[in-house]
């Protein structure tokens, strides 16, 4: 059997909405180095914009906080 590794970055957002529920958005994002300032500028960039809505098409309140998550998988063949 072989295997082999599957990297997997995602680009985690948490925000409320309007119905002070939390929403959290998973993105894929491979690029390397974002940093803190990146990611609470998109953040931040998605509710000014309107870019998005909550659930029951609420809309996006507040910018809560991101994180990259990386994650690796071992595929066997």
Known sequence: MAASTVVKKELHLVFTDTSKEEV???VAFPKEGVTKT???T????MVEKDVLRGRKDQRL?????????????????
Not at 42 to 45: D, I, M, P, R
Not at 61 to 77: D, I, K, P, R, W
């Open 24 to 26: 959290n958005i998973v």
């Open 38 to 40: 990146e990611i609470d």
């Open 42 to 45: 998109v953040g931040q960039l």
């Open 61 to 77: 309140t507040n910018f809560q906080h991101g994180a990259l998550v990386t994650t690796e998988s071992t595929v066997v063949e």
